[in-house]
């Protein structure tokens, strides 16, 4: 099982709210990543991450913003939510190399709803 | 990444045996095929994944054409537990920006008692 664990996992908060998802994994994994699902569609990629200090944007445009300072650590902030940014957020990780250590794993996801 | 072809669902009797096929006629020499799965409100969940030869674990098996055209996973014994949407992913062997995972639409199966 992957030990990689996001918070909050569900969170309810009004629009203009600054929000940040955390995201924390202890498998010492260089690249993270950050996905956005609605509910019953498919996951798209927002932002990803290969190291510290090291941020792209992902295929899926996204007002939300990400921060790599220490390895463990990639937490997704909104300055200022709205009803729009409603959607489960899912954090991942994977290591180097090729086959097994090319492998994704994902936390369990963060529930957002704007109202 | 090539693209991957799944039924939009499948239904499963508990107990026996589901095999989910994914066809990937357009994988590459060094694209390794994967598959997760995703519980209703869970993150997607890694399975298995394979290159060229069958692969096993305590999950599941994954069975490769020897073409690479297309794949198939088998859960030996479904339980109830095991009723979520399953993705079928081709993906290059390095995480860089060329070889992000992408989900398609996946195989949502059923298991009924």
């Known amino acids: 099982e992957a030990d990689i664990y996001q918070t909050p996992r569900y969170l309810v908060i009004g629009t203009g709210k600054k929000i940040t998802l955390e995201c924390s994994q202890t498998?010492?994994?260089?690249?993270m990543y950050w996905y956005q699902q609605d509910p019953g569609m498919e996951l798209h990629l927002i932002h990803y991450?290969?190291?510290?200090?090291?941020?792209e944007k992902g295929d899926l445009s996204s007002e939300s913003t990400v921060s790599r300072i220490r390895t463990e650590h990639f937490p997704l902030t909104l300055e200022s939510a709205r009803p729009s940014h409603t959607s489960q957020y899912l954090c991942?990780?994977?290591?180097?190399?090729?086959?097994?250590?090319?492998?994704?794993?994902f936390g369990e996801g963060s529930w957002l709803t704007v109202v | 990444d090539a693209k991957t072809t799944q039924p939009p669902s499948m239904d499963c009797a508990e107990g026996r045996a589901a095999n989910l096929p994914c066809n990937h006629s357009?994988?590459?020499?060094?694209?390794?095929v994967y598959w997760y799965r995703q519980i209703h409100s869970q993150g997607p969940q890694y399975i298995i994944h394979?290159?060229?030869n069958n692969e096993t674990n305590e999950m599941a098996s994954l069975i490769i054409t020897e073409d690479r055209k297309s794949s198939t996973l088998i859960l030996p014994h479904a339980t109830l537990r095991d009723t979520a949407v399953y993705y079928c992913?081709?993906?290059?062997?390095?995480?860089?920006?060329?070889?992000?995972?992408?989900f398609g639409g996946g195989t949502r199966l059923m298991v009924k008692p």
């Open positions: 991450s290969y190291g510290v200090n090291s941020t």
């Open positions: 498998m010492g994994h260089d690249k």
């Open positions: 394979g290159l060229k």
């Open positions: 992913i081709v993906r290059g062997p390095y995480n860089n920006a060329g070889n992000m995972l992408t």
């Open positions: 357009t994988i590459s020499g060094n694209e390794y």
């Open positions: 991942a990780s994977s290591g180097t190399g090729t086959g097994v250590g090319n492998t994704i794993y």
